[in-house]
Structure formats: C-alpha cells, structure tokens
Nanobody, 112 residues
C-alpha cells in the first residue's frame, strides 16, 4: 500500500516562506522520481518541481529561483522549500511518486 503524506501548508503573507514535506511509504523510495504539483480552483493541475532518483531537478518557470525541491532517502521524504511567495502561488499542493501515486494535498494560501 502506497502512502504519501504531505505537511507544512498554511497561510503566509506575500514574500514569506513555507517548507512542505512529503513522507512516503509502500515504495522503494530511492528508486522513484518524486514531484510536487499544485492545483488552484478552476485551473488544471500543474507540475511545480520534480527530482529524479539520481537527484536531477526541474521546475516550472513560474517558481524558478524561488522554490527548491530536495529529498532525503534515509527518511523517505521529499521537501519543497518555497521562498518569496506570491498570491498566485495559492493552491493545493500535491506530492507525487512516479506516475500514479499521489498524496492527499496540503493547502497553501498566500495573502495579506
């Protein structure tokens, strides 16, 4: 049974920071590409950041230079450090493992 559990979401002001965590179980974590996606109301789910099993990363253009994805294979956990947050970053953020495995999502709201 695959389980991905996100944490770290919340309400922050523009310019603030949050660190999201995703704890994985039921997979050989070190072998999986891990990613963060987000979905705002009325919009399609979009890739935010991805990190492969060998540590290669890629980011959506909208978050480059502000967000950093990382992983700790010893803890079966992937992180998303989000800095310089903007109101347009407001969305539900989902952890993804491989192609078909998804977490429940965590709400990030950026507002004054």
């Amino acid at each position: 049974q695959v389980q991905l559990v996100e944490s770290g979401g919340g309400l922050v002001q523009p310019g603030g920071s949050l660190r999201l965590s995703c704890a994985a179980s039921g997979i050989i974590f070190r072998a999986y590409t891990m990613g963060w996606f987000r979905q705002a109301p009325g919009k399609q789910r979009e890739l935010v950041a991805r990190i492969t099993n060998i540590g290669r990363t890629n980011y959506a253009d909208s978050v480059k230079g502000r967000f950093t994805i990382s992983r700790d294979n010893a803890k079966n956990t992937v992180y998303l450090q989000m800095n310089s947050l903007k109101p347009e970053d407001t969305a539900v953020y989902y952890c993804n493992a491989g192609v078909t495995n998804w977490g429940q999502g965590t709400q990030v709201t950026v507002s004054s």
